[in-house]
């Protein structure tokens, strides 16, 4: 098949860490976003007038995520474990091959993120009543990987 082609439906994407070699998709992620920022440094001087001069610095990427806290699937209680231990883990942000999925399957031609990062921050959220959730972030410890998928 083709690579999909359109605009992206953000229901279509899931986060996985790598768990024993294998991709596991983290459970009932409601949303997650991919940031990326750079630094710059300030390199204006007498010679270079009233506008600010500025170069390329360090860049910083993480992945942000919340879901639905669950009892049977990859979820708090596994990040946590990875949290605490300060585990460098392996991450994909992209789409899913599940045909018993709803929604378009991840094509030969798509591209998806993969990186190393360790989890710096994680919360669940228990109120009265109301389903538990997760967050948390995945700050990169390594440049992201920008793959296509292949046949």
């Known amino acids: 098949m083709a690579?999909?082609?359109?605009?992206?439906?953000?229901?279509?994407?899931?986060l996985y860490v790598t768990v024993a070699t294998v991709?596991?998709?983290?459970?009932?992620?409601?949303?997650?976003?991919?940031?990326?920022?750079?630094?710059?440094?300030d390199r204006s001087s007498k010679d270079t007038g009233s506008f600010v001069v500025k170069r390329k610095g360090k860049i910083t990427s993480s992945i942000s995520f919340e879901g639905l806290c669950c009892y049977n699937s990859y979820s708090y209680n596994e990040?946590?474990?990875?949290?605490?231990a300060g585990t460098e883990i392996t991450v994909k942000y992209g789409g899913h091959k599940d045909?018993?999925?709803?929604?378009?399957?991840?094509?030969?031609?798509?591209?998806?993120f993969t990186c190393?990062?360790?989890i710096s921050a994680l919360k669940r959220q228990d109120n009265n009543d109301e389903d538990s959730t997760i967050s948390g972030t995945i700050e990169f410890?390594?440049?992201p990987v920008v793959t296509t998928v292949a046949a």
């Not at 690579?3 to 899931?14: E, H, I, K, Q, R």
């Not at 045909?99 to 998806?112: A, F, I, N, P």
């Open 116 to 118: 190393t990062g360790i």
């Open 99 to 112: 045909s018993t999925r709803d929604g378009v399957q991840e094509q030969v031609g798509d591209k998806y």
């Open 3 to 14: 690579a999909n082609t359109g605009v992206v439906n953000g229901s279509d994407m899931l």
């Open 79 to 84: 990040l946590y474990a990875l949290h605490i």
């Open 23 to 41: 991709l596991t998709p983290i459970a009932h992620i409601t949303n997650q976003s991919f940031d990326s920022s750079m630094a710059t440094k």
């Open 141 to 143: 410890t390594a440049q």
